[in-house]
């Protein structure tokens, strides 16, 4: 069982930037592909990023190509979103997810874990 729980959300205007962290309570987190999805009021949840287990590849989708960066630190098993150049639209509940070495993916069944997300609102 790995526990996540994400951090680092909050209030910020547009073109403002935000590091999302998602701590896990396991050691063996250093196995686990990571995503990162969010959901905004009244649509569907929506995939981020994701990184393999190691940190070898990783996967955006173009709402956030070029503004967003996943990272991991594997010895603190803590996985990263910076989120450069905010907009309005980034506005959601972001949520980190984990599996166990299986490639990273866009599908939010794919993954087993989710930790409980953390709100991000951008203000124009």
């Known amino acids: 069982q790995v526990q996540l729980v994400e951090s680092g959300g909050g209030r910020v205007q547009a073109g403002g930037s935000l590091r999302l962290s998602c701590a896990a309570s396991?050691?063996?987190?250093?196995?686990?592909?990571v995503g990162w999805f969010r959901q905004a009021p009244g649509k569907e949840r929506e995939f981020v990023a994701a990184?393999?287990?190691?940190?070898?590849?990783?996967g955006y989708a173009d709402s956030v190509k070029g503004r967003f960066t996943i990272s991991r630190d594997n010895v603190k098993t803590t996985v990263y979103l910076q989120m450069n150049s905010l907009k309005p639209e980034d506005t959601a509940v972001y949520y980190c997810?984990?599996?166990?070495?299986?490639?990273?993916?866009?599908?939010?069944?794919?993954?087993?874990?989710w930790g409980q997300g953390t709100q991000v609102t951008v203000s124009s």
């Open positions: 990184m393999t287990w190691n940190g070898d590849t990783a």
């Open positions: 997810a984990a599996r166990f070495l299986r490639g990273w993916s866009r599908l939010g069944s794919d993954y087993r874990y």
């Open positions: 396991e050691r063996t987190f250093s196995n686990c592909d």
